[in-house]
């Protein structure tokens, strides 16, 4: 299966951590990935991750991978205004196509 | 680099229309993708071209059809409009030297009426 489901929408105070969570059925995903889109827009890559890791981090970004649990995350230090927007957790094998979840909008509160 | 670039941004059709995008990729990949994204949803991969061919379809109708150029720019064709044709339309492009990273267009907005 290609299912990937994610938590609809997340509220946190400006400075405090973010953390947006996914999990995916297809047990032969090869990557798994993050895109911001904001408003308007289309999708933004944010960072993305091999299956045989468990952990990358990208300046505020840290992305955590349970490949047992099929769950992914990603945390974003001292949120910003700017990082209001919906975020798509998406998984690639090797067939070439990406298959995401409904997205998560994250709104971010002075 | 001017990125992925998608024409137009925004179009409004008629039911049983037919309508064209086009995607120009990022200057050095070869591959073009296309997703349809649904109000409130993720995008839904529709097909993908390399090499001027299909490589990878997902589960749209053949009202939905395709073309890769020489110089890798794509259209995606849909004919017969349907009110749930309404969507986003994405680009994505990637090169067959480096899958990993797609990088999208910044849409096309279909509005069947």
């Known amino acids: 299966g290609e299912d990937v489901e994610q938590s609809l929408f997340l509220s946190v105070r400006e400075g405090d951590s973010s953390v947006i969570n996914c999990t995916y059925t297809?047990?032969?995903?090869?990557?798994l990935y993050w895109y911001k889109q904001e408003p308007g827009a289309g999708l933004q890559l944010l960072t993305y991750?091999?299956?045989?890791?468990d952990m990358k981090q990208d300046q505020r970004l840290t992305v955590l991978l349970n490949k047992k649990d099929k769950h992914l995350s990603l945390r974003i230090a001292d949120t910003q205004t700017g990082d209001s927007a919906i975020y798509f957790c998406?998984?690639?094998?090797?067939?070439?196509?990406?298959?995401f979840g409904a997205g998560t909008t994250v709104t971010v509160r002075a | 680099d001017a990125g992925v670039t998608q024409s137009p941004t925004h179009l409004i059709k008629t039911r049983g229309q037919q309508v064209t995008l086009r995607c120009s990729p990022k200057?050095?990949?070869?591959?073009v993708s296309w997703y349809q994204q649904a109000l409130g949803q993720g995008p839904q991969f529709i097909f993908q071209?390399?090499?001027?061919?299909?490589?990878q379809r997902g589960n749209f109708p053949d009202r939905f059809s395709g073309h890769q150029f020489p110089n890798y720019s794509s259209e995606l064709n849909v004919n017969a409009l349907l009110l749930g044709d309404s969507a986003l339309y994405l680009c994505?492009?990637?090169?067959?030297?480096?899958?990993?990273?797609?990088?999208f267009g910044q849409g096309t907005r279909l509005t069947v009426v």
């Open positions: 071209y390399y090499e001027e061919e299909e490589r």
């Open positions: 200057s050095g990949h070869d591959t």
């Open positions: 998406a998984e690639g094998s090797n067939d070439y196509k990406l298959s």
């Open positions: 994505a492009s990637s090169s067959t030297s480096d899958e990993v990273e797609a990088f």
């Open positions: 991750i091999f299956s045989n890791m």
């Open positions: 297809d047990s032969s995903s090869t990557y």
